[in-house]
């Protein structure tokens, strides 16, 4: 599988990321197993970047993906993880954190947001821990979405000061939105960025930080593909999430209109919506999260199957016909 370089880092990235938040028993369990097999597949498939963080439950994502990992050399894959929610002892625990962070796992722990210099280092030295490892290689601030000044002014500087000492190769910042994220990356020293859901085949809000990441040199990764899943399959059904959601009757028709664009060009939806992404200079990799062997060996097929310059056309013209109709 081809490597991309984040901005002036020497860290290549695997043009497919694995996303570690499924096998931290996101929204359901996933057994130990099961978690082991889908970062074998991912090896052998040829991934060889991951991406985890303290939040995906509770640290079971960093724990399962640093055991699987032990096995390989330290040198031969990337690592990211997030800094920003420190996990502390929960003292009123329910049994479950799914009603309130999503994770089919105890809630021994809580999450407290904290981007101060201390408790970006206490998480990092944290997040090492669970994982095993000695060194991080990315470090992605994690959806800092109310404190944009204070990161700008205090978080990304303690990064960069890691950076510049060898302690991590690259420094970052991930969210959902775009808008916050371009102002990060104008205004502080970021290598790379991580937006989910906002440059994808059917959501592509996000050309403007794309924009401000070429001017800057500033790479990109593109999580979440699927969009929740509604991109997941051949021909998007009612039932299908968009943004962590029900998808409306609006964004479906869009979905089905780009199915049928795929279709005609004889390709399919999921295909063309996992390597969207990297057609544009700056996403080093796409992340799709993946909580199982099925999960990860599809994705790979996915990844490898080729798109025609043709198909790529009906589908540019398929989305700017769904984008006029709905009014965006």
């Not at 963080?53 to 699987?68: D, F, N, T």
């Not at 990315?138 to 303690?158: A, C, F, N």
């Not at 049928?260 to 057609?279: E, H, I």
Request: aromatic share 6%.
């Amino acid at each position: 599988m081809r490597k991309r370089t984040l901005g002036r880092t020497g860290v290549a990235v695997s043009e497919l990321g694995f996303g570690a938040a499924p096998i931290g028993n996101l929204y359901s369990r996933v057994s130990d197993a099961d978690a082991a097999s889908a970062v074998d597949a991912a090896w052998d498939s040829g991934i060889r970047y991951f991406d985890t963080a303290p939040h995906y439950g509770l640290g079971l994502s960093e724990r399962r993906l640093g055991a699987a990992l032990a096995r390989h050399p330290r040198d031969e894959y990337v690592v990211s993880t997030k800094v920003g929610r420190l996990l502390i002892e929960n003292p009123f625990p329910t049994g479950s954190d799914l009603p309130y962070g999503g994770f089919a796992v105890p809630d021994t722990f809580t999450r407290r947001f904290d981007f101060s210099p201390e408790g970006v280092r206490r998480s990092l030295d944290e997040s090492l821990g669970r994982l095993g490892i000695d060194r991080v290689d990315i470090v992605l601030v994690h959806d800092p979405v109310e404190q944009v000044d204070e990161v700008i002014r205090s978080t990304i500087p303690t990064l960069v000061e890691l950076r510049d000492q060898g302690v991590i190769g690259a420094v970052g910042v991930g969210m959902n939105f775009w808008e916050p994220l371009r102002r990060i990356v104008l205004e502080s020293d970021v290598d790379v960025v991580m937006i989910a859901g906002r440059w994808t085949l059917l959501d592509r809000s996000a050309a403007p930080l794309l924009e401000a990441c070429e001017d800057r040199n500033c790479s990109v990764l593109a999580a979440a593909p699927f969009n929740s899943g509604l991109l997941a399959k051949a021909w998007p059904e009612a039932s299908a999430r968009f943004d962590y959601g029900p998808a409306s009757e609006a964004v479906l028709a869009q979905a089905r209109a780009l199915a049928l664009a795929c279709d005609a060009a004889g390709a399919t939806l999921p295909q063309v919506a996992l390597q969207f992404a990297l057609r544009h200079p700056q996403v080093a990799s796409v992340v799709a999260g993946m909580g199982s062997q099925r999960h990860v060996t599809a994705d790979a097929e996915l990844l490898a199957a080729p798109v025609s310059e043709d198909a790529w056309a009906l589908v540019a013209d398929a989305h700017a016909t769904a984008t006029r109709t709905s009014g965006q």
